[in-house]
């Protein structure tokens, strides 16, 4: 079997909440690896491979130093800490594909399903509001491990009243983008030891507040994301940002087997 470029999306965002002491790459046999920094920032591995293989085995190892110590530790300008409100020219201009509105029938019964627990026109200040969404999200809908490719619509998340964390974090999207604000998905891990599994791979969502910039929210625990969080990669739209994609030529069957492991040093 001979395989195509692999992009490979491993490497965490870093900045000044995370710092990444020392990272590696494995990909036995070995594989030639360029890197770069695609539109969002995201650090970006393409793997090409020269030989035919048998077996394709990926090992990223990174040690950080993580700084989100308290999440709830920023400041929103004045004319944002309450909702409604209008993002400044500037910062519309720069921010309008993550406001793009999902279809009408989405609209309708996202909105339907926001005034279950809060009604149009009723002050509230706005990272109040973002909980709130997270929270119901968390409270009313049922996590479930979902092995099946590609990311659930907001109606269908309602319908069946289950997901998994990547289609909360859409369903979340949904909903903050009909309120008018800008959001964007992201793909990670979550370290949580008081879990059987010490960590998983993650998704949750970033909005943007002025004054406080993106802070992000994960709807499957019903919080705002800390120091458990470890963002890889950030985009407009879930497909976009998936950990490794690639192709191969030839007849084959097929397994996959991921696992992560999270520790503290």
Not at 115 to 121: C, I, L, P, S, V
Not at 123 to 139: C, D, S, V, W
Request: hydrophobic share 45%; glycine share 6%.
């Amino acid at each position: 079997m001979s395989l195509g470029p692999h992009s490979l999306l491993l490497r965490p965002r870093e900045d000044y909440e995370l710092r990444i002491e020392s990272f590696s790459l494995t990909i036995p046999p070995n594989a030639s690896l360029l890197w770069h920094r695609d539109i969002e920032g995201n650090s970006v591995a393409i793997a090409t491979f020269s030989a035919p293989i048998s077996q394709l085995l990926i090992e990223s190892e990174v040690i950080i130093q993580q700084y989100n110590e308290s999440p709830l530790d920023f400041l929103v300008s004045d004319y944002a800490l309450l909702y409604p409100f209008i993002y400044q020219n500037e910062e519309a201009i720069l921010l309008s594909a993550y406001r793009a509105l999902p279809d009408q029938e989405t609209i309708r019964l996202v909105n339907k399903w926001i005034a279950t627990f809060w009604h149009t026109g009723e002050k509230i200040q706005t990272y109040t509001l973002l909980q709130q969404i997270a929270e119901q999200i968390n409270r009313t809908l049922t996590y479930q491990v979902r092995e099946e490719p590609g990311v659930q619509s907001a109606i269908k998340t309602l319908s069946c009243g289950t997901g998994s964390c990547r289609d909360f974090a859409f369903l979340f999207m949904e909903a903050v983008r009909c309120l008018g604000l800008a959001v964007r998905f992201v793909s990670g891990y979550l370290y949580a030891p008081l879990m059987a599994e010490i960590g998983s791979t993650h998704a949750w969502a970033e909005v943007y507040l002025p004054g406080a910039g993106w802070k992000g929210f994960d709807p499957t625990i019903g919080k705002i994301v800390g120091s458990d969080h470890i963002a890889v990669a950030v985009a407009r739209l879930p497909e976009a940002v998936p950990p490794i994609a690639g192709s191969f030529a030839g007849s084959a069957g097929s397994s996959l087997t991921v696992g992560v492991w999270v520790s503290q040093c």
